[in-house]
């Protein structure tokens, strides 16, 4: 299955760790990357309001190989849409990050373990801050019980991992696939709120934000935007 190369304005492809994409090479190259765009989620929230204060609720980290401008809209984006403080980083850094042996998946549980540091120092966090991490790597628990992931949670570290490796639609640069893989992204990321900092419970109606098991892009593309679903009329 072919790698993504996100940043949500994406055009990538599923092949390969490596990505193509102007907008998720890594933020230190030799020669200056273009300016990423915003993603185009703001026009399902509110107008802008006042950034919050005091503890931040959830820690959007990308690490470096995702864009920081686009993390830092999706944390505006659902800081309006949830009424918390999500607040976007820069970059974390990523020495010493290695594929897991036999493999070019990373290991869910080594990002949370080369994290501890930065997680400990960001400011503005607390006991109950929760932290997801935004990559294009795809990824894996060390286990892999499953072929990859499309996010992994660790309820003990208040950790997720969100990865968008997976998620490109395909063929490559069709119609609305960059449309496809902002709602992908977005989707997964609202569920590790929900499900993580929210307390939200799993459900079985495809209509409802936190339906469960997503095994494929067919599943998340079905789920609806909210949690519990909006009854059709």
């Known amino acids: 299955m072919k790698h993504l190369s996100i940043a949500i304005i994406l055009l990538a492809t599923f092949a390969a760790c490596t990505t193509s994409s102007r907008y998720t090479q890594p933020l230190v190259v030799a020669d200056p990357a273009p300016t990423p765009k915003s993603i185009s989620t703001a026009s399902l929230y509110p107008s802008t309001a006042t950034e919050k204060t005091g503890p931040v609720n959830v820690y959007l980290i990308p690490l470096n190989d995702f864009s920081e401008d686009i993390a830092a809209q999706i944390g505006r984006d659902l800081s309006k849409e949830f009424g918390l403080w999500v607040k976007g980083t820069v970059a974390m850094g990523t020495q010493g990050l290695m594929p897991m042996p036999g493999s070019q998946q990373f290991a869910a549980e080594d990002i949370f373990e080369q994290a501890k540091t930065v997680m400990q120092r960001l400011p503005e966090a607390d006991s109950n801050t929760y932290f997801i991490f935004l990559t294009n790597r795809d990824i894996n628990s060390r286990a892999r019980n499953f072929r990859f992931q499309f996010s992994y949670h660790d309820k003990v570290c208040r950790c997720s991992v969100v990865s968008a490796a997976r998620m490109h639609p395909e063929p490559e640069n069709s119609p609305g696939s960059r449309q496809h893989l902002e709602s992908r992204f977005v989707k997964m990321t609202k569920r590790a709120i929900g499900q993580m900092v929210l307390g ?25 935007n909210r949690h519990p679903a909006i009854p059709k009329k």
Do not use: F, K, Q
């Open 200 to 224: 939200w419970e799993r459900s079985s109606d495809i209509n409802d934000l936190m339906y469960s098991p997503i095994m494929s892009l067919d599943d998340i593309d079905h789920l609806g």
